[in-house]
Structures are given as structure tokens and as C-alpha cells.
């Protein structure tokens, strides 16, 4: 056994909006014959909080990795970690496949590190210690990447490619698609159709609080009638969507979204919805950074109506940033269908942003 190490750094966005708002990940690093990525999310699971994950980057070459550990550091002016600022795993943590993520949802608070005195001109950077014990012997290797958003400088090691880990794709196998071992059935009633799911309650409690009331509410009530098997309804969510959301919470990560852009996009509002409803908070992120990419001026006002319905911060952020950019965007969204649809509840917004604009000129004017 050896171990493979690598200290991977995350420099955030050039401009404050972007530090505080937009969701982001480095480019593929590699440790241990893997590639992975830290993901970053400003306005995290918890108020006032950043989350950061490890992910096995989904272009790995090696679709499986086990007994890893790492700790993140915000590093001072000197490149030193801060001791307050630095979280690490307690325990070896596996990534059963790609795009799998562990991390902390509450890495630090914002007020802690502006405090910190380790954010200049905008920027702070967080060091990822990265420990992956494989069978192979190893080597080291480099490779430097710098972009807008993110900047990435790694050292790691694997001295060749490692065999593939087939034992929890296996697990999948048996888990997600066989079902083997099922103990409950989920009748999903949709606007149009019905549709019943085979699931496991340790997976569903797991993964999501409501579902965990749920169930547990669901055993008090049939307490006098035990069964090994239990049967819950769910309402008002598309088969489809629930499906979608099923597979993120098997998975940890989403299936492949249609081709068709409205298809993607009613998928993508669909799980935000779902994944808000469940609290399944990984899924909602993930939903808000997928909707992020596809704001326009065709979609802007509905996204912005999703935002401020789920209460996605960075999101509704993107959004307004979105009408901000340019004068005629605003404009051109007050005339499209979708701010027709969305009008009640977008409306105070757009209001509040027309009036930044017309002050704003007026300030210029003068």
C-alpha cells in the first residue's frame, strides 16, 4: 500500500459579485492516477456559510477511488493555512463513481473570513491536502491551469494507472438499478400520470429529512400492522422528476439531461423544485448552477421566479446581475412570456432594478 498526496489550490473569482455569488469548480488536478475538482459554492447549504466539496471529476480515467482524506485551508497573505479556517476529514471517505462529492457545507462563515484579513483585491485562496492510499507505489507529476473564475496549481503522484474499482459500481448495480433489497414502494402522482418507484429507506432517510418524517411517520401509523415492506404516496411531482431525483440521491450525481434545451431546462426547474421540497440539498445546488448557465433573455424571468420562489441566493444573484449588465436586457425581458407569467412574482424586483437603472443615469447625466 502507498499513498498518494497533493496539495491543490482554489484561487475564487477576480470580482467581489462573483467571490459572493457564482458557483464554480478548478479544472481536473490529478492524485493517485485520478482527476478531481474542488467545487465551490459562496452561498452554501447554511446561512452565511461557503461549502466546498472534493469531486471525482467526471472525465477521470479511474471511475472509483476509497480510502481518501483531505483538508481544506484558506491560506494568509504568506501562503500559510489559518488554523481557524482549515477543515478535514475525520475519517477515510470512497467515491463510488464519477462525480461523486464529499465535502462541508459549512466550511466558514463569510464574517469569519472577511475578519481573516486573507481576502486582497477581491481574492482569497484555499489550499485542498489531498491523501489517497492506492496498491501502486508512488510518483509525482504536475500541471497548471489558470483561468478567469479559477486557478489551479497541483503536485501528485501515481506511478502508473490503477486497476478500476469495480465493488461499488457493483453496489450500484444491485442498489440503483436491480433494487435488490427494496423496502419501500413510492406511489408518485403526477399532473398527468402515476407512476410507483421501488426505493430503501436507509437511502431515502439518508438523503433527505422529508423523506425521513415521512417514513418514520409512516411506521407510527401501521405500528400495530408491522411490515418489512412500506408504501407512501407522494403528490403534486413528475414521475419523470422524481425519477431524476431518485437517481441524483442513488448516484450523487444527475442523469443525463435531453439534448432538446426546453426539455433540459422544464427538467432542470422540475428537479429545483423537487430537490427544495425534499431538501436535498446537493441536488438543489446542483440545479441552481445548471439553470445559472442558461439565463438569457428568453429565460431570465422564469429562472428569476424559480430563485426567489426556492430561495436560491446565488442564483436570483446571477439573475439580476443578468438584467443589471446591460440596459436593453432588462428591457428586452419585460417583453418576453415568460415575465408575463412570472409577473407577480418578479415584478418588485424588476421594479427595484429599473429604478437602479434610471438613478444611476441620471447620476451619470450629471
Avoid at 174 to 203: C, M, N
Avoid at 265 to 283: E, H, I, N, P, T
Avoid at 328 to 348: D, F, R, S
Wanted: charged share 25%; aromatic share 8%.
Amino acid at each position: 500500500m502507498a499513498a498518494s498526496t497533493a496539495a491543490a489550490l482554489m484561487k475564487t473569482a477576480a470580482a467581489r459579485r462573483l467571490l459572493r455569488y457564482a458557483s464554480t469548480s478548478t479544472m481536473p488536478f490529478r492524485v493517485g492516477g485520478h482527476s478531481w475538482r474542488i467545487k465551490y459554492y459562496p452561498q452554501g447549504h447554511e446561512q452565511g456559510h461557503i461549502s466546498l466539496y472534493l469531486e471525482l471529476d467526471s472525465g477521470s480515467a479511474i471511475d472509483a477511488a476509497r480510502d481518501v482524506t483531505f483538508r481544506f485551508s484558506v491560506l494568509d497573505q504568506s501562503g500559510n493555512p489559518v488554523p481557524k479556517l482549515t477543515r478535514a476529514t475525520t475519517e477515510p471517505r470512497s467515491f463510488p463513481h464519477l462525480s461523486w462529492c464529499h465535502g462541508f457545507r459549512d466550511f466558514i462563515t463569510w464574517e469569519d473570513l472577511e475578519a481573516s484579513g486573507c481576502i486582497k483585491d477581491d481574492i482569497f485562496t484555499v489550499q485542498c491536502d489531498l491523501t489517497h492510499t492506492t496498491d501502486l507505489g508512488a510518483a509525482t507529476s504536475t500541471s497548471d491551469d489558470d483561468g478567469a473564475a479559477a486557478a489551479l496549481a497541483t503536485s501528485a503522484g501515481a506511478a502508473a494507472p490503477a486497476p478500476k474499482l469495480h465493488a461499488e459500481h457493483h453496489l450500484t448495480e444491485l442498489l440503483w438499478k436491480q433494487k435488490r433489497g427494496a423496502d419501500v414502494t413510492v406511489d408518485v402522482v403526477g399532473s398527468s400520470e402515476a407512476t410507483t418507484f421501488d426505493a430503501h429507506v436507509w437511502l431515502l432517510t439518508e438523503r433527505s429529512p422529508v423523506f425521513k418524517a415521512e417514513l418514520e411517520l409512516n411506521a407510527a401509523s401501521n405500528s400495530k400492522k408491522p411490515t418489512a415492506h412500506r408504501r407512501i404516496e407522494i403528490k403534486d411531482v413528475e414521475p419523470r422528476v422524481f425519477k431524476a431525483m431518485l437517481h441524483y440521491m442513488y448516484n450523487n450525481g444527475l442523469p443525463e439531461m435531453e439534448e432538446n434545451d426546453d426539455a433540459a431546462m422544464a427538467m432542470a426547474q422540475g428537479l429545483l423544485a423537487a430537490a427544495d421540497r425534499f431538501k436535498v440539498d446537493g441536488l438543489k445546488l446542483a440545479c441552481e448552477e445548471t439553470l445559472s448557465k442558461r439565463i438569457d433573455v428568453s429565460t431570465a424571468a422564469g429562472i428569476l421566479a424559480m430563485a426567489e420562489q426556492h430561495g436560491c441566493k446565488a442564483l436570483k444573484a446571477a439573475c439580476l446581475e443578468f438584467l443589471m449588465a446591460r440596459p436593453e436586457n432588462l428591457k428586452a425581458v419585460m417583453e418576453t412570456e415568460g415575465y408575463e407569467k412570472a409577473k407577480a412574482t418578479i415584478q418588485p424586483l424588476v421594479m427595484e432594478l429599473g429604478m437602479k437603472q434610471w438613478l444611476a443615469f441620471i447620476g451619470a447625466a450629471s
